[in-house]
T-cell receptor, first 114, second 113 residues
Framework: GNSVTQMEGPVTLSEEAFLTINCTYT??????LFWYVQYPGEGLQLLLK???ADDKGSNKGFEATYRKETTSFHLEKGSVQVSDSAVYFC???WGRGSQGNLIFGKGTKLSVKP | DAGVIQSPRHEVTEMGQEVTLRCKPI?????LFWYRQTMMRGLELLIY????????DSGMPEDRFSAKMPNASFSTLKIQPSEPRDSAVYFC???????????FGSGTRLTVV
């Protein structure tokens, strides 16, 4: 079935460090891929998305590229800030012409220290 | 736009009581989702609606859970009777046609004692 696997956390970095959070997926057909972020006490917010192979999603300095050959969608940021501390979820949805079900990974907690 | 609005933000109830969670999706969004988040299981989809019609309720844990969407601007998730293992954060999300990401509400933190 369809699934998302992301690296386990927590990830602790110093401010201005480079961030990578790995995400791989298993899906039939042509999924769309997403990264969501959840700040403490809040709901999930869409961070970025990519709807087809080789698309690059980007937002707030974060980037992820849809790699069909490696079934991956790794999240990267060149220089993290304390305000980036949150839980990051990789997700996919599938099904041409339908809304589909959004399947989430288990989340990776990021802590950025000043 | 006010986003997806959920109420209440927090609910504490005794085991056996009925609990009703409410959600107002973003106007114009035709799909609505209910998720449950726990430390053990992460985010689980309970049910989703498309154009007010339930499409997939296979994630609803048992008959104690029921969800309705009487119109495009309102949905409820009801638990009757509630049990301590239902304690979780329940999120509602809505989305437009297509699969370009959904908007989540702030969640309802339910504690059943």
């Amino acid at each position: 079935g369809n699934s998302v696997t992301q690296m386990e956390g927590p990830v602790t970095l110093s401010e201005e460090a480079f961030l990578t959070i790995n995400c791989t997926y298993t899906a039939t057909g042509y999924p769309s891929l997403f990264w969501y972020v959840q700040y403490p006490g809040e709901g999930l917010q869409l961070l970025l998305k990519a709807t087809k192979a080789d698309d690059k999603g980007s937002n707030k300095g974060f980037e992820a590229t849809y790699r069909k050959e490696t079934t991956s969608f790794h999240l990267e940021k060149g220089s993290v800030q304390v305000s980036d501390s949150a839980v990051y979820f990789c997700a996919l949805t599938w099904g041409r012409g339908s809304q589909g079900n959004l399947i989430f990974g288990k989340g990776t907690k990021l802590s950025v220290k000043p | 736009d006010a986003g997806v609005i959920q109420s209440p933000r927090h609910e504490v109830t005794e085991m056996g009581q009925e609990v009703t969670l409410r959600c107002k999706p973003i106007s114009g969004h035709n799909s609505l989702f209910w998720y449950r988040q726990t430390m053990m299981r992460g985010l689980e989809l309970l049910i989703y609606f498309n154009n007010n019609v339930p499409i997939d309720d296979s994630g609803m844990p048992e008959d104690r859970f029921s969800a309705k969407m009487p119109n495009a601007s309102f949905s409820t998730l009801k638990i009757q009777p509630s049990e301590p293992r239902d304690s979780a954060v329940y999120f509602c999300a809505s989305g437009p046609e297509g699969y370009y990401g959904y908007t989540f509400g702030s969640g309802t933190r339910l504690t059943v004692v």
